[in-house]
């Protein structure tokens, strides 16, 4: 395996949060390699640093120690309107509750990411492609209140998909969702990172879920507990 | 994003609460109505206060007896002799007429209703140089000064305050400081003047006002209006006025015993003095548009709480600061610029109803909108939008993705 083949190398990840007077380590030095199109779940009892993992990864934040390459760029340095480029172009995130312009119409919430990278051609081409891609192709133009939770988090994922990024992070994606629309967002999720050849991780809770992925990483107390392969 | 696109979504997000933007929309409509009729207002009383001061006659002016800057000391008073000699066409060819003048106020009564006018001693002269027009009756003639004469000309007001009407009067008699005298005409009302109103007065001869009723010497003068022949030969005249004194009285060297106003002094004060009234309306109407900005800055600041998930999810995908910070000033910039636009019809309407209500009440006066106070007005506003936004702006473009997205 060639470093080119990663595209995710974090080495010795420590988070140390300041909480009033008290010091809380989120994470104390969490070290992965992540493989492009490989799909992998992150689990963990709360309190374990999986939020504060994904956060890193996805970019929305930087670790206190430790460095973390995406696509073998170093990102951990990053001032925070680089990390905002970074965020634009190789990362799409699926959020638990859709986390959607509720008074935009579906195209304009897919076409948003869009929009910030500054692209205006064949933007309105692509928005609809992407929503074709998860199914909604008949859907543009509806409200988030006018769509289901899991056509909202179809948008969502639209969106996601939309700067074809690098890793694909979803933070319990069915936590919202009856159980069919929620295997049905995972068929499609899985489905896409075939099509696209997408890293998809998943941060999520539930073992059924996980079973689905090719990886679990298990954290505990900040710290990698086991990289179980099937 | 592009403009376009930046303007269409901030209308959006703003079209989500309507009430709440009409609501701080108004308070700038009220700040920018308020310069905007304000400064109307102020420069109508302008306009209206040059303009009856220029209706006197530009080509008019004014002689007293002393220095009014610094202290003279034996100062002589001004006599008739003096107005002979203003007079002299050969001495002075650019002044056209001289029209000598006793005033003090006093009271003066018909019947049970009394009033307290100003009252001017006069010659035929002041007719002419004063442009009085007479409603009934006639003016005073020579004869009637030089027989000392107990006539009266009575001012349109003071033929309101004793009579209750304007016409009908020439022939009664009227009571000024206890003697009689009988009334030979009422002027024309003219509105008002460089020494409080033209039309609260009594006008009778001057040698009766010398003897009879102000105790003035025989050959005083208080004031002396000159008219030049023309308004461009004011200065010309003036000078000869300076020249004929300055010999007359023998201060040839050292400092006037007299003072000299032309009616461009008079026009330079009042426009001074309504021009600060106007900086001072304006000024206080000015307040009401930073409460207004204030106003503002509230909205903005409780919508960035609000929205606190939606930036963090722009940002989560590939907002930077930079593009937060446009959105939220665009919109209170938005807010801002609407309210400027519908205060300036506002103002625009409520100064031309203040013209009506002056109008209606038999004060002619217009208000009157100018280009440069709308400018104004525009601009202010929109820096008040751009500078209450700021710190709204700044606050959501600081905020951490993280903590945003987490946010309940």
Partial sequence: ?230 | MNLLQIISEALESLNANKLRAALTILGIVIGVAAVIAMLAVGTGAQDTILGSISGIGTNLLFVFQGNLQQDVRNEKPLTMNDINALSDVYQAPHIQMIAPIVYDTLAASYGGESATPELFGVTPEFEIVSNYFLIEGSFITEDQVNGLASVALLGPEVADKLFDRRTLITGETIRIDGQPFRVIGVLEPKGGGSFGSQDNVILVPITTARARLLDRERDHVDIAYVQAISAETVPIAQEEIVQILRNRHRTEIGLDDFTIFTQEDFLSLAGTITGVLTIFLGGIAAISLLVGGIGIMNIMLVSVTERTREIGLRKAIGARKRDILIQFLTESALLSMFGGFIGIIFGWVISFAVGKIASASGTPFTPAVKLDAIILATIFSSAVGLFFGIYPANRAANLEPVEALRYE
């Fill in chain 1, 1 to 230: 395996m060639t470093k080119k083949d990663l595209t995710i190398v974090a080495k010795d990840l420590t988070k140390v949060y300041q909480m009033g007077q008290v010091q809380v380590n989120a994470l104390c030095g969490v070290s992965l390699e992540i493989k492009k199109g490989e799909i992998v779940a992150i689990m963990g009892p709360s309190g374990s640093g999986k939020s504060t993992l994904m956060n890193i990864i996805g970019c929305l934040d930087r670790p206190t120690a430790g460095e973390y390459f995406l696509d073998g760029e170093l990102v951990s340095d990053l001032s925070d309107d680089q990390l905002a480029v970074i965020r634009n172009k190789k990362v799409g995130f699926v959020f638990q509750n859709f986390n959607l312009l509720s008074r935009s119409t579906a195209l304009i919430n897919v076409e948003l990411p869009l929009r910030y990278a500054g692209e205006n051609e064949k933007r309105r081409e692509r928005a609809v492609q992407a929503l074709e891609a998860v199914g909604l192709g008949d859907r543009l133009d509806h409200k988030p209140t006018e769509l289901s939770g899991g056509q909202q988090q179809r948008v969502a994922i639209a969106r996601a998909l939309i700067n074809n990024p690098s890793i694909i992070l979803a933070d319990e994606p069915t936590g919202n969702l009856d159980s069919k629309s929620g295997k049905e967002i995972m068929q499609l999720l899985l489905k896409l990172n075939r099509d696209f050849k997408t890293t998809l991780i998943l941060v999520t809770h539930d073992a059924q879920i996980a079973a689905e992925t090719q990886r679990i990483i298990q954290l505990y107390d900040g710290k990698v507990a086991s990289k179980r392969k099937k």
